[in-house]
Each structure stands twice: as structure tokens, then as C-alpha cells.
């Protein structure tokens, strides 16, 4: 009761990395909260990613096990995920801005009749103060990226419970606990839950496309936005990417533009980078942007507007046009070779 319960996601390779991310930020908070960190996992013979899941600060992991449930579909997801929780009344309900994520959590809000926060980046605990002076303690403040101008919003639900957010991957460290607990492993006989109307939709084949990147883990990222002009300029940034050994990524203007594919798409509604090296090219620099990649290291920017808000962002600047740039940094970089 008034536990933080994580959802925890799987794949082919185990663990997905939002999971251990969630539960390392999870267990910070409920340090702050002085409550107990529950993870949840739903699937085959999940059991075995109990121990992985205590290194990393569980007190609890609810395997919810079924064979029906080794691959994801939403209807009986739904259903063991919001009885477990229905009973276990967690004050806070985590679960990562994935694809499943993002389809799940807010039926689940749903069922549960609370609010819910997408694609947070950040997790805070802090009193709330309502219009009418109520106080309320140890709220979670669920910060996203606003739709609309260059700034941040923080959410607040003080009357409802759970607290509801999903967080987008990568933007939360995913450290072992220095103090790894004994916790404790509740197997959960799914079908007990599980009605027959849950399998209205069965999966009959399920095909996973090959990523062509590998952004998420890039030392070096070469991200390109609206300022590069055409598709044919950001054969260039590979050409760059190619002498510098790193990845190529865009911003959503770009690919809405047709320059890049939607894979490589950086920020609010794509993947987020923490590389050691991050250019930026023609790349304006709005939140929706730089909420995928704030987390870099050093910061290069290339515009030709002196003001552009990521010039104010990087640590360093160069003022110049895309093409010419880069077409110069390719000369150098090749002379070298």
C-alpha cells in the first residue's frame, strides 16, 4: 500500500532499459517518500529477471505470468495490470513512453479513473498548494516538454491516486543500488484474471523491423533540423558522421520536411541521446528538440542565425550556412585521414 509500482517492460534481450531507468529513478523517489519500490512484469517465465530487478532497488517484483501474455496486446495487459494494482493501491504508477507504454498507461488511467502525465522528463517530489490554500504533501510533480512555445510544464494530481506518468527512455539514469535488497517475488497466475473477451485480438504473426541506427548509444550524434535545407545537404551529415565515427540523427521539422527518416527523429517525439558529442546543424534549438538531447556532453552548434536558441544552448557556436560548414569540416577532416 502506497508503494511506487514500476511497469516493467521486456524483450528478446531481457530487460529494456526504460525498465532499470524507472526503477533507479523510482527508487530515489520512494527514499524521499520513505515507501517501498514495486516493479511489475507480465509475460513467460519472467520470474528470472527478478534478481536483476532487486539490484537495482525492488522490494517487490510482481511476475503476472501466463503464456498468453508473451507478447504484448493490450485487452489483457490491461486487465492483470489494473487488478494487481486496484489491490495493491500504489500512490504512484510508472511505466516508460514506449510504444506499449504509451498505449497502455493511460487505459489504465482509465480503469483506475486518475490522471496521467506523457512523455515526462522529469520526476519530482514537492508540497502543492491549490487555489483554494490547500496544502498537500509529497506530491509528484510530473515535468514534460508544453506542445506549444520554448518551455517546460509541470503537472500536478493531488486528489487521485495512483499518480500517473510515463517517462520517455533515456532521459533517467539507470545506476544498480549501492545497498541491493533481499526482495521478495509474488508470482501471479494471470489466469485467474483473464477473461476470454481478452483475446478478441490475437496476434497471428509478430515482425520486428531492423533499427538502421543505433542513436540511442551514440558516443558522437551529427543531428540535422529544417536549417539544412534538403535531403540531398544531409547526405553530407553522413558523410561528417562517416570521418567522425558517429551516428546521424534529425529534428522533427527535418523529417516532416522529408530530409530524414522518421527512425532518426531527436526529442519530444522521438529518441533521446546522452552522446559525449552532440552537432547540431541548422538546428533552431526549440524545448520539443532539446529535450532529446539535453543530456549531452559538449554541445556544437551550426546556424546561421547568431540567435538561434541553441547557439545559447552549446557550448560552442559556429555562425555560418549548413552546407558550407559542413562541406568545409568534411575537407579537414579528410585531409587528415
Known sequence: MDNIIVFCETDEC???DISLELVTKGRRLAAQLSCGIDAIVVGEHVGQYSSELFRYGADTVFC??????KEYSTLPYVRVITALLKEQKPQIFL??????????APRIAAELKCGITADCTDLQIADYTDAEGKTYENILYQIRPNFVGNQLTTIASPKHRPQMATIREGVMSKEPSEHPKQGKTVEINAANILKDEDFAVSIIERCIENKPCNLKDAK??????YGVGSRENFELLYK????????????????????????TMIGQTGLTVKPKLYIAVGISGQVQHTVGMDKADTVVSINIDADAPMNKFANYVIVGDARETVTKLIEQLSSKQ
Open 14 to 16: 531481457g530487460l529494456c
Open 64 to 69: 503476472i505470468e501466463d503464456a498468453r501474455l
Open 95 to 104: 511505466a516508460g513512453a514506449t510504444n506499449i507504454g504509451r498505449d497502455l
Open 220 to 225: 558522437v550524434v551529427i543531428a540535422g533540423g
Open 240 to 263: 561528417l558522421a562517416g570521418l567522425l565515427h558517429a551516428e546521424v540523427g534529425a529534428t522533427r521539422a527535418a523529417v516532416d520536411a522529408g530530409y530524414a527518416d522518421h527512425s
